[in-house]
């Protein structure tokens, strides 16, 4: 591997130096990256290794949904093997659900390879190679959908998911100075030809949008960094509250103890009780029309049957239950 010289350190290289020794105060001595090969992930493997050499294992999914991810897994083999850097490998064939496109589909399958990946070796904590623009490209996608502080929030700087640990430690960086330090030391890394299709939003919000916003106000990524983060410490609170209304009305709810709550709370409650116990959520229609039922639910015999994902919620006695079964005609 290059020796980094003073005058070209890796930009990754605090954001590792500050994770490995958060790791290292909790007693943890294993650390997996998210490796893909292109660049970002490849500045991170490198700054992770040089911040804890013997104690990084790269993790490279194979998604198996185009020609060049043969040629990606054997440069990810390739650049490990010559750098001495433990690598695991998983492979996949994704097949996107009805409905579901193949974007949604390869990230929910990454994460679960990622975590089987991690159970073999024991490994507890992931960083992930995800930068400021993907932060802003984030959530200018949840704008252009109409999102809600959830979607607002972006990428979060930390999260758990099956019992590991997933960091963002270059959440703040420049992608523009990873892809350039790697340049100027001469170091190999793939581009995936998808990131070039502009008929994904994503790519568009990247190769049209992010430009003109460069051009117009220069700071956005921290601007629009900070806005997410705002979103963030708000949903924060309006899960607590719901938290707090589902000690009242029991999950799954109670209608008396919803009707006794303003509008604004009963979906707030509701939302938090289909994704966290359903990991589902209402769009806004379906949240509307299930608001108008709960008032006009009013009595004995009146039905609430609402379809939501890919269930139903339902009234059921004197609270709404969810169900993915289809009733009985």
């Keep these: 591997m290059p020796k980094v010289?003073?005058?070209?350190?890796?930009?990754?290289?605090?954001?590792?130096?500050?994770?490995?020794?958060?790791?290292?105060?909790?007693?943890?001595?294993?650390?997996?990256?998210?490796?893909?090969?292109?660049?970002?992930?490849?500045?991170?493997?490198?700054?992770?290794?040089?911040s804890w050499p013997g104690h990084v294992t790269a993790l490279h999914v194979n998604h198996g949904m185009?020609?060049?991810?043969?040629?990606?897994?054997?440069?990810?083999?390739?650049?490990?093997?010559?750098?001495?850097?433990?690598?695991?490998?998983?492979?996949?064939?994704?097949?996107?659900?009805?409905?579901?496109?193949?974007?949604?589909?390869?990230?929910?399958a990454r994460y679960v390879a990622l975590q089987a990946l991690c159970a073999k070796d024991a490994i507890k904590n992931v960083a992930l190679a995800h930068h400021a623009d993907d932060?802003?490209?984030?959530?200018?996608?949840?704008?252009?959908?109409?999102?809600?502080?959830?979607?607002?929030?972006?990428?979060?700087?930390?999260?758990?998911?099956?019992?590991?640990?997933?960091?963002?430690?270059?959440?703040?960086?420049?992608?523009?100075?990873?892809?350039?330090?790697?340049?100027q030391m001469r170091i190999p890394f793939v581009t995936d030809p998808s990131n070039a299709n502009e008929a994904l939003t994503r790519n568009k919000i990247r190769h049209q949008l992010l430009p003109t916003?460069?051009?117009?106000?220069?700071?956005?990524?921290?601007?629009?960094?900070r806005s997410a983060r705002h979103a963030a410490q708000a949903q924060v609170l309006l899960v607590q509250l719901a938290q707090e209304d589902a000690l009242l009305s029991g999950l799954p709810p109670r209608l008396k103890a919803l009707q006794a709550l303003r509008p604004e709370r009963q979906a707030n409650l509701l939302r938090y009780w289909l994704q966290h116990d359903h990991h589902c959520?209402?769009?806004?229609?379906?949240?509307?029309?299930?608001?108008?039922?709960?008032?006009?639910?009013?009595t004995r015999g009146h039905r609430i049957h609402l379809k939501v994902a890919s269930g139903a919620v339902q009234r059921v006695g004197l609270a709404l239950q969810y169900s993915t079964q289809t009733p009985p005609v």
Aim: hydrophobic share 50%; charged share 15%; proline share 4%.
């Design 66 to 108: 185009q020609v060049a991810a043969v040629e990606f897994e054997h440069h990810c083999q390739t650049f490990c093997a010559e750098r001495s850097i433990s690598l695991r490998v998983a492979n996949l064939q994704v097949q996107p659900a009805l409905g579901e496109s193949p974007e949604d589909a390869a990230r929910k």
């Design 135 to 183: 932060q802003a490209e984030t959530l200018l996608l949840a704008l252009s959908r109409g999102a809600g502080l959830p979607g607002l929030a972006a990428m979060a700087a930390q999260f758990e998911r099956g019992g590991v640990v997933f960091h963002r430690p270059v959440l703040t960086q420049n992608s523009t100075a990873l892809r350039d330090w790697l340049v």
């Design 281 to 298: 959520a209402p769009s806004a229609a379906q949240l509307s029309e299930l608001l108008k039922q709960i008032a006009a639910c009013t």
């Design 5 to 50: 010289s003073a005058d070209a350190l890796n930009p990754c290289q605090l954001g590792c130096d500050a994770l490995v020794a958060r790791l290292k105060a909790l007693g943890v001595d294993r650390l997996g990256i998210a490796y893909s090969g292109g660049a970002d992930s490849t500045a991170l493997l490198l700054a992770a290794v040089q």
């Design 213 to 225: 916003l460069e051009r117009a106000f220069p700071a956005f990524r921290q601007t629009l960094a």
